[in-house]
């Protein structure tokens, strides 16, 4: 018998169902009308209210699982800085960056602070269980080591 800590306990459809529709929602930015109408060519009848709950209820399962699947980042990291121009007036942008050039987190400041770029390069690493190799910061002509 299922338990009613199930997230799918007392619905109608299969899991399976209910997670394509979900991803197609928000993976496809689609709207409810139209995963409604992708379904019912699939021989799925559900209107586009209960997939607005279904999206709703379980968008967080689905996200984690998301989480899961993403690659780690490398054990090298960079913060590069580069000067950008946005209406007119100079900007600093600030990215970490890891080995394969995935970008880890970006700040743009409108005037170059570096104890304030070192804070935000230790940001990103917060939220790990485990420490990166190698960090490097490149400054243009300022050059440091953690």
């Known amino acids: 018998m299922t338990s009613s800590s199930d997230p799918h306990y007392r619905h109608r459809f299969p899991a399976e169902i209910i997670y394509h529709a979900v991803w197609l929602y928000h993976v496809f930015s689609l709207s409810l009308r139209d995963v409604e ?34 690659p780690r980042p490398g054990d090298k990291w960079h913060m590069d800085e580069v000067f950008i121009r946005i209406q007119g007036v100079q900007h600093y942008l ?49 050059r440091w080591r953690f």
Do not use: M, N
Not at 41 to 65: D, H, M, N, P, Q
Not at 104 to 122: G, N, S, T
């Open 37 to 70: 109408l992708i379904l019912a060519e699939r021989g799925v009848a559900v209107s586009y209210e209960t997939l607005r709950r279904w999206c709703k209820k379980f968008i967080a399962s689905f996200a984690e699982r998301l989480r899961r699947r993403r």
């Open 94 to 142: 600030w990215r970490a960056v890891d080995q394969d050039g995935g970008v880890l987190d970006i700040l743009i400041q409108a005037r170059r602070d570096a104890q304030a770029a070192k804070r935000f390069f230790k940001r990103p690493l917060a939220g790990l269980h485990y420490e990166p190799r190698r960090e490097v910061a490149r400054l243009g002509i300022l």
